[in-house]
């Protein structure tokens, strides 16, 4: 059994989520004289690959340290959407449900296509990233809790449409560009869409549930889209944990994996040597043919 990382890279440079704490490390001591060097970091838990726990948003919930493995590693399904939804665009199950298929206790990781817009991409664009991609509404989120999905994962800043989080207040010019963009598309307007009924639904009715999220997923994501593979979720076994920072991967057999690393070989890749998303079309398209 080899692993594919599908974690996005971890440094200062990485974006929190809009006005959280990002990453701060510094030395507290170094080689010459202490001989060991030592860091101190200072973050959020929402900051890089991270898991959203039930108590982020429901008080009675657990805390990340009592999520069981056997929860947290399990079969799911990796979609590839960005043929169906762009910037600002609202995501359907029907969407996910026409490119794969999925079971009842899946995980389910949701490729937006927005990780090639992630800090560590060559078309880097924070902005698009996490102001811009598109989310679900609530017939998604009801459709979860129907299939009874262990928990989901995105590639993008939120689980939530941006624009049905604080950011629409945080980004004016967004929004209006949003409100302009649903009136032409959906025939309503943003405020008329989203209702405050509606705010954050993908964390607000979903974590009461026990269907928690994985943000910002990342890494070489692009090897494994529309196919049914083993995930896993390795966050801190963190006591009182609202959320925490962790490591997201994909589970495939010996052969398998090389197969994979010869497809990897082929496509242009990040500096820090994932699938670069956005000179690696072939591999899309190849995902799309399946």
């Not at 493995?69 to 910037?87: F, Q, S, T």
């Not at 449900?97 to 899946?106: P, S």
Request: proline share 4%; hydrophobic share 35%.
């Amino acid at each position: 059994m080899k692993i594919i990382d599908l974690s996005m890279p971890l440094g200062i440079g990485t974006p929190a989520w809009p006005t959280y704490e990002p990453l701060q490390v510094k030395y507290f001591k170094r080689l010459a004289p202490n001989g060991a060097n030592g860091q101190l970091v200072t973050h959020s838990n929402h900051v890089g690959t991270h898991l959203d726990g039930e108590i982020h948003f429901y008080t009675p919930g657990k805390d990340i340290a009592s999520l069981d493995m056997d929860y947290l590693c399990h079969d799911g399904v990796i979609v590839d959407l960005e043929d169906a939804a762009g910037d600002y665009d609202v995501y359907t199950s029907k969407m996910v449900e026409d490119r794969v298929e999925v079971k009842e206790g899946d995980i389910l990781i949701i490729s937006t296509g927005y990780h090639q817009y992630g800090w560590d991409q060559p078309h880097a664009d924070e902005v698009r990233y996490m102001i811009k991609h598109p989310g679900p509404d609530r017939e998604f989120a009801e459709w979860c809790k129907k299939k009874k999905l262990r928990w989901i994962g995105v590639d993008c800043g939120s689980a939530d449409h941006p624009m049905n989080t604080k950011i629409r207040d945080w980004m004016p010019a967004q929004a209006k560009e949003c409100d302009a963009h649903f009136q032409q598309k959906y025939g309503k307007s943003l405020e008329e869409y989203f209702t405050p009924d509606k705010y954050q639904l993908m964390h607000i009715e979903m974590f009461n549930h026990g269907i928690v999220h994985a943000e910002c997923v990342g890494g070489d994501l692009d090897l494994l889209l529309n196919r049914r593979v083993k995930i896993g979720c390795f966050p801190w076994r963190f006591v009182d944990g609202e959320s925490s920072i962790a490591r997201i991967v994909a589970f495939v057999e010996d052969d398998e994996y090389e197969e994979l690393m010869a497809k990897k070989a082929k496509c242009e890749l990040t500096k820090f040597g994932d699938v670069s998303r956005a000179g690696s079309q072939w591999l899309i398209d190849e995902a799309r043919r399946r």
